[in-house]
């Protein structure tokens, strides 16, 4: 099934027009921004599915752009395209990609297709377990929803925010929105891999505030509410794959 996204677009190269037509493993709805502060205002209020950006335009550089862009939306996938590539500037960012321009369509969907879903083979090895999602963590729209989350590990509204540095209004008003997946998924691989490993809701929140010898004894849902979400993901994966930790 070909999965259909929406993608707010600065170029000015006219051979992005083909990307509407272009049939790939996603099809792109384009949505032309007039300037870089134009693209700004589109990726707050539309919430895209990507970003498509020249790095070789006039005014508001590249990079400046990009950080910007990463201050409105911080989970938001951008896609580079520039005629002089430096690959160098996505080993900091995993939602960034970029291709060499004059750009192939198919090149552009299958790189967005990328971003959007991750490659298994380019994951490490601690990442190659099944697609992790847990029905009861998804609202109707699909998506990770942080009141979902905060019932099943115990958690209040705002001590969440806290843990994923979101705002706390924005969370009650749409705990499913775009922008806070990437800061909910550890949640889901922690909630995938406790109810695989005991068995039930019950069994995760006695998992997790049970005393652990990995942590000193310190309990893991005290550990999460540091900051340290992505550390007991993967130690609850690597019990499950029968890693030593």
């Given amino acids: 099934m070909i999965e259909r996204y929406n993608a707010a677009v600065l170029d000015p190269d006219a051979c992005l027009e083909k990307l509407g037509q272009a049939v790939g493993a996603a099809q792109l709805t384009l949505t032309q921004a007039a300037s870089a502060e134009d693209l700004i205002n589109s990726v707050v209020i539309n919430d895209p599915d990507v970003v498509l950006l020249d790095y070789e335009m006039p005014g508001l550089s590249g990079k400046e752009l990009t950080k910007r ?28 990609d970029m291709v060499k321009s004059p750009v ?3 090149e552009v969907l ?3 297709f990328k971003l959007l879903h991750g490659s298994q083979e380019d994951a490490p090895s601690r ?6 999602i847990v029905d009861e963590l998804r609202g109707d729209s699909g998506r990770i ?3 979902l989350v905060a019932e099943m590990f115990g958690l209040s509204i705002p ?3 806290g843990i994923i540095k979101a705002g706390e209004p924005a969370l009650y008003k749409t705990p499913d929105s775009k922008s ?21 809701p019950k069994g995760l929140r006695i998992w997790l505030n049970a005393p652990n010898p990995e942590l000193d004894k310190e309990l893991p849902i005290d550990y999460i509410k540091e900051g340290h979400v992505e550390d007991v993901a993967a130690m609850v994966e ?7 930790s």
């Fill in 104 to 106: 192939d369509p198919n």
């Fill in 145 to 147: 929803d942080a009141k």
């Fill in 159 to 161: 001590v969440l925010a």
């Fill in 110 to 112: 299958h790189r967005i």
């Fill in 238 to 244: 690597d019990a499950l794959l029968g890693h030593p």
């Fill in 180 to 200: 806070v997946q990437a800061k909910l998924v550890d949640f889901e691989r922690i909630a995938w891999g406790l109810l695989k490993l005991t068995g039930s």
């Fill in 127 to 132: 990442f190659r377990l099944p697609k992790m």
């Fill in 69 to 96: 862009l990463r201050e409105v939306n911080p989970a938001i996938p951008i896609l580079i395209m520039s005629a002089n590539p430096d690959w160098s500037a996505l080993e900091s960012d995993p939602l960034m």
